[in-house]
Nanobody, 128 residues
Framework: QVQLVESGGGLVQAGGSLRLSCAAS????????MGWFRRAPGKEREFVAA??????????DLADSVKGRFSISRDNAKNTVYLQMKSLKPEDTAVYYC???????????????????WGQGTQVTVSS
């Protein structure tokens, strides 16, 4: 069982930055692929970013809508994954969810149905 707790959301002006954190319980954190998804009001859940660990390095994937502005990283010693968000836009406003996937290959990283554990979400609001 893995428990995920997000933090770092809030209200920010357009062009600003936020860093979301997701702290995970469990001793096998490093074996999980980790993802960030978001859901804006009236919209479907959307993939934002994912990170998974290969034999020699971590690999990351970002949605086109956030490439160049967001980055994802993980600290396995702290059981934490981060989403650094810069140059925020009003359309980034959403509830952001952290998720963990036991499929460590990353092959299904964009498919929310393939994630096994979810956090409660943290609200990000970007004002224009």
């Amino acid at each position: 069982q893995v428990q995920l707790v997000e933090s770092g959301g809030g209200l920010v002006q357009a062009g600003g930055s936020l860093r979301l954190s997701c702290a995970a319980s469990g001793r096998t954190f490093s074996t999980y692929a980790m993802g960030w998804f978001r859901r804006a009001p009236g919209k479907e859940r959307e993939f934002v970013a994912a990170i998974w660990s290969g034999r020699w390095a971590d690999y990351a994937d970002l949605a086109d809508s956030v490439k160049g502005r967001f980055s994802i990283s993980r600290d396995n010693a702290k059981n934490t994954v981060y989403l650094q968000m810069k140059s925020l836009k009003p359309e980034d406003t959403a509830v952001y969810y952290c998720a963990a996937q036991s499929d460590s290959t990353g092959s299904s990283r964009r498919n929310h149905e393939r994630y096994d554990y979810w956090g409660q979400g943290t609200q990000v609001t970007v004002s224009s």
